[in-house]
């Protein structure tokens, strides 16, 4: 059973587009939702994170969306660069998870030059 | 600091055989934990330590075995290997105080069992 589902499983935007991933959790007790970064061949890496008392969280070109009630999330990249190309994961945890995360499925990005 | 190291980074094994992954880290992180991704599924945890001593299953631990004699290591050992074990696996590890939420991740080990 997935916890957190993440959509869409890939997504191809041009070069300065807004890059939309989005994340659905059933689990009421997730208080920190993670998103982290993966480039080809290299381990994860956080990127952004929110806890549910904030609506949004923006750092950057990175931008966190928080509806609590909907149990949604989602990340907002903006002005979107080829560098940005990746895997991106959602993922949230518990207090009582001692920092345990659950993932959702991933999104591969692909920005065009 | 060298964060979180894994060795090997790649590996083939045939059906049956046995082997230990190898994670370190060096940021004195209590907790540790192993994951495997394999594609549409996203990370899934294996097992977890939040200590010296102290391991527990995760979402998927089946076949795969943990200890941790110290704060710095943390192998995980395939039993008996099986094709479904064909997979990446990363060790990531955390600190146990505010951060406890920000996970540092390896660079990971590519396994294929034939």
């Known amino acids: 059973q997935q916890q957190v589902k993440q959509s869409p499983q890939s997504l191809i935007v041009q070069k300065g587009g807004i890059s939309i991933i989005n994340c659905a959790y059933e689990n009421t007790a997730f208080d920190y939702f993670p998103w982290y970064q993966q480039f080809p061949g290299k381990g994860p890496a956080l990127l952004i994170a929110i806890r549910p008392d904030v609506s949004e969280k923006k750092e950057g070109r990175f931008t966190i969306s928080f509806n609590k009630s909907a149990k949604q999330f989602s990340l907002h990249i903006m002005d979107s660069q080829p560098g940005d190309s990746a895997t991106y994961f959602c993922a949230a945890s518990t207090k009582s998870n001692t920092g345990k995360l659950i993932f959702g499925q991933g999104t591969t990005l692909q920005v065009k030059p | 600091n060298a964060g979180v190291t894994q060795t090997p980074k790649f590996q083939v094994l045939k059906t049956g055989q046995s082997m230990t992954l190898q994670c370190a880290q060096d940021m004195n992180h209590e907790y540790m934990s192993w994951y495997r991704q394999d594609p549409g599924m996203g990370l899934r945890l294996i097992h977890y330590?939040?200590?010296?001593?102290?391991?527990d299953q995760g979402e998927v631990p089946n076949g795969y075995n943990v200890s941790r004699s110290t704060t710095e290591d943390f192998p995980l050992r395939l039993l008996s290997a099986a094709p479904s074990q064909t997979s990446v696996y990363f060790c990531?590890?955390?600190?146990?105080?505010?951060?406890?939420?920000?996970?540092?991740f390896g660079p990971g080990t590519r396994l294929t069992v034939t």
């Open positions: 990531a590890s955390s600190d146990s105080g505010t951060r406890v939420y920000e996970q540092y």
């Open positions: 330590s939040v200590g010296a001593g102290i391991t």
